[in-house]
């Protein structure tokens, strides 16, 4: 489990993301719905199993968002090292 200073660190650096990352990329993915779901995997007030998975074979948005917050429960749980964010 990561303490509550990593946690803050990864939330503050995805909201960041937020206000340079468009809305939706190129490919149709959902940007700010996946950083959402990511925060509120971080901060607690959802779990994963509260997401919706989604159409695993189509790829559809709503799995999108439940692949991006399942690699945030991932970190969580020390199972993934890397910042959920990007740096510009």
Avoid: C, V
Avoid at 34 to 40: L, N, R
Avoid at 49 to 77: P, V
């Amino acid at each position: 489990m990561r303490t509550q200073e990593e946690i803050k660190r990864q939330i503050e650096g995805l909201e960041k993301m937020k206000t340079w990352l468009p809305e939706y990329s190129g490919f149709g993915d959902p940007n700010h719905l996946i950083i959402d779901a990511q925060i509120s995997i971080l901060d607690g007030s959802q779990e994963l199993s509260d997401i919706d998975e989604g159409d695993w074979e189509e790829m559809d948005e709503d799995n999108k968002i439940y692949r991006e917050a399942e690699e945030a429960e991932m970190w969580l749980d020390g199972d993934r090292d890397e910042d959920l964010f990007e740096e510009r």
